[in-house]
Every structure is written in C-alpha cells, then in structure tokens.
C-alpha cells in the first residue's frame, strides 16, 4: 500500500506552521526540534498530491505553543498512516489518529488553561473522543482487508478530493497563538474539529460501512455544537487574544 501523498503534505506544513506562531507562555520549546529540512527533503522525495497549497500558509515569530506542537504531531501520525484505498478504512484509521491528538490537546488545555468553560470543554472533548477511539480501533481493525474502491493518489478521485480539502483547510485555517493557553485551545481546537466535520462528511458521502457513517453522522452532530460554543466563547473574550 502507498503512503498518502496529501497527509505528508500537511505533515510538512504542520511542521512549517511550528515556526510560524507566536509562543503562549508555558510553552515547551523542546518540542520545536523538528528538523524541518528533513520535512523539505521528504517532501521532494515523495511528491505532494496534486493540487496541495502551501502558499496560504501563515507566517509570525519563531516559536509555538504547545497546543499547536501538539496538532504538528497528529498529522505526523496521520501522514505515517498508509493508505489501502478503501474508503472506510482509510477513514476509520485517520480518524483515529486525529481523535487522538484532541485528547492531546485536551490534557494540555487540562494542564495549563485556567478558564473553567475552557477546562471544561476540554474535559468533555476528552472524554468523548475516547470513547470514539475505542469504536474506531474496532472499525479499523475489522475492516483491515476490505476491498479497495477508491483511488488515494488521485486528486480528481471524489473521496481523496473530500479528504485534501479536510486537510488543507486546517493549514489555511491555522490561527497564529497568543500568550494565553485557553484562548490557543480555543482557537486551535475550532479548527482541528472543522477538519474532523469535513472528514466525517467524506464518509458519509462516499463511506459503505453503515456502523462507520453512523459514527461520521454523531462526530458532526457533536463537533459542530462544540465548534458553536468554541466560538461563542471566543467573542466573549477578545480580551485574552
């Protein structure tokens, strides 16, 4: 199976954004050793998918707040993940890894924000994705030799379509973090749950697994309340920006 050409490219802009963004105050700088010229030369080795824009990408002082390291972090995952060309699968194992860095997320917003609604959305997310990982391992696993019935390195494919603009909306879309913790989870977890909406709208669209588009159908119901509240919370505390 070929590894998917788009998730390395947002690998490289994950990596790339790492030194776009303003540091927040507890931010761990050891975790901003990725060697991006490494990231450039993998990139050049293995070609991105056609038609991926690098050019929106956002640009800032050096340095990143550890909810932004975080996100870098699951697309690596994400981009290490092989593709087997069936839509549910691929579905089911990406989204597994994206669920995994909202916990991530999650714990560091537990560890370092303050704001009671922000902690407790964070607890409330974590809690939720978990339980989706369990249910998703389970998909991922069964669904391991399913047939193949789409084409991951073609970028006119519909689901592999669906899928490059999840990703690339999430690098458009990437906020520049401030100093405040609760304000970065804010801002970073809106935009990793409107990547994970676009994702579950693939499945329902072109996935075959009832059990699996099921799933797609309640992470957007839930996502997009949260994505509601995540924004109605950022209007009311422009203060901490």
């Not at 890894?97 to 609604?117: F, N, S, Y």
């Not at 391992?137 to 390195?153: F, V």
């Not at 006119?156 to 973090?177: C, E, I, L, R, V």
Request: aromatic letters at 4%; glycine letters at 6%.
């Amino acid at each position: 199976m070929k590894k998917s050409a788009f998730f390395l490219a947002a690998l490289c802009s994950g990596t790339l954004l790492l030194a776009s963004c303003n540091s927040d105050k507890a931010a761990d700088t050891t975790a901003t050793g990725t060697d991006t010229n490494t990231m450039a030369m993998d990139s050049s080795a293995s070609g991105d998918m056609a038609g991926m824009d690098h050019s929106q990408m956002a640009d800032g002082a050096a340095g990143a707040s550890p909810q932004l390291v975080a996100m870098n972090e699951m697309m690596g995952k994400m981009h290490a993940t092989k593709m087997q060309g069936n839509t549910d699968h691929d579905f089911a194992h990406h989204m597994l890894e994206h669920h995994k860095g909202a916990v991530a997320m999650a714990d560091i917003q537990l560890r370092d924000g303050k704001d009671a609604t922000m902690r407790q959305m964070a607890t409330k997310i974590k809690a939720g994705q978990l339980q989706e990982i369990t249910a998703l391992e389970a998909a991922a696993t069964r669904l391991d030799s399913a047939p193949t019935n789409y084409k991951p390195m073609d970028a006119t494919d519909p689901f592999t379509s669906k899928m490059k603009a999840s990703m690339a909306g999430m690098m458009q879309n990437m906020p520049k973090t401030v100093a405040n913790p609760d304000m970065n989870f804010n801002m970073l977890m809106t935009t990793h749950h409107q990547s994970a909406v676009d994702m579950a709208k693939a499945e329902l669209a072109h996935g075959k697994d009832t059990k699996l588009k099921e799933m797609a159908q309640m992470m957007i119901t839930a996502q997009e309340k949260e994505i509601a509240a995540f924004k109605d919370w950022h209007n009311k505390n422009g203060d901490k920006m």
